[in-house]
């Protein structure tokens, strides 16, 4: 099976065939619980999910998939205004704890990287002052998540510009430093497909120490004056530990009329040449989720077969 020659491929958030899954709670019907049941169902859905990460970390050991990025929602309504709560307030905390620590020590006894990309709702870029306050309160939930199950990345976007991008890009390098330690240690920026390329970011990101996620997909949907060989090489250098990318594939092709969109799987030549010797972690966005990954890593074996 082709694990790269020094690369991981990673899979992204949910499975689509596999009988791994991740639940949600609706607020609108928790809201109608007393205190006593809204905590019982939470906690019921934070031990699924709890168990569906060992789970998920353990198809991944057995299918040569090296990173695993984790749905937001391992922890659903953490942050909500009214719902929010800490995990000591669920009935199932011990078994909870023992899952995450679980997840912890086989990732990292299979080399299974976790990540973590939060919505495009949170940002650091907004001239909102509650918009930057509930972004931030997000990203520290994600951070909390993050050390209990040992996650070293948290994949956020430059978000909007709101007509002067300058500006915004300003905004966001003040809140980077209005972020505790558990959060900016592991946030990383990610080129976008429609405001900001990595020629955009880098300057941030030099300045502010956070590295840099490449996403080959957005920069050929939203170019600059660099090449990919180019982004590829300075966006490893902003890293000090093993580079996270992104890579998928246009769901039309790049001739269609629309290029942003992901396609169920990867076609292999949207792989740039220059990654596949590289120490890096590739998650695979694509809509076939672990099946894509899986043809993607037949695909490049028989492609370095008959190379």
């Given at each position: 099976m082709y694990n790269g020659k020094r690369n991981r491929l990673g899979l992204c958030c949910i499975f689509r065939d596999e009988d791994i899954t991740f639940k949600s709670r609706q607020a609108t019907y928790i809201e109608r619980l007393d205190k006593e049941?809204?905590?019982?169902?939470?906690?019921?859905?934070?031990?699924?999910?709890?168990?569906?990460?060992?789970?998920?970390?353990?198809?991944?050991?057995?299918?040569?998939?090296?990173?695993?990025?984790?749905?937001?929602?391992?922890?659903?309504?953490?942050?909500?205004?009214?719902?929010?709560?800490?995990?000591t307030d669920l009935p199932d905390y011990a078994l909870i704890m023992d899952l995450f620590e679980t997840s912890r020590g086989f990732a990292r006894k299979h080399n299974i990287r976790l990540t973590f990309h939060p919505d495009q709702f949170t940002l650091l870029s907004s001239p909102r002052e509650q918009v930057t306050e509930k972004s931030i309160e997000e990203l520290i939930y994600h951070a909390e998540v993050a050390e209990l199950i040992g996650a070293d990345v948290i994949t956020l976007h430059g978000g909007g510009a709101y007509g002067d991008k300058a500006g915004a890009l300003g905004r966001v390098m003040e809140n980077i430093d209005r972020l505790p330690y558990a959060v900016r240690s592991r946030l990383a920026l990610e080129n976008d497909d429609r405001v900001y390329s990595p020629m955009d970011l880098f300057p941030v990101c030099e300045k502010m120490g956070i590295p840099l996620v490449y996403d080959v997909h957005h920069h050929r949907c939203l170019k600059d004056e660099l090449s990919i060989d180019d982004v590829t090489g300075l966006a490893r250098k902003t890293w000090d530990r093993e580079p996270l990318f992104h890579l998928s594939s246009p769901k039309y092709?790049?001739?269609?009329?629309?290029?942003?969109?992901?396609?169920?799987?990867?076609?292999?030549?949207?792989m740039p040449e220059s990654w596949k010797d590289l120490e890096v972690t590739i998650e695979i966005e694509a809509k076939a989720k672990e099946l894509a990954v899986s043809q993607l890593q037949q695909e490049l074996a028989r492609l370095a077969r008959v190379a």
């Open positions: 049941n809204r905590l019982e169902q939470i906690s019921v859905t934070v031990l699924h999910n709890a168990s569906s990460l060992v789970r998920a970390i353990d198809y991944c050991a057995m299918n040569g998939i090296g990173c695993f990025r984790v749905n937001s929602r391992m922890l659903p309504l953490k942050t909500h205004p009214k719902l929010h709560y800490a995990l092709g790049w001739s269609g009329n629309d290029i942003r969109s992901h396609h169920d799987y990867i076609n292999p030549d949207d």
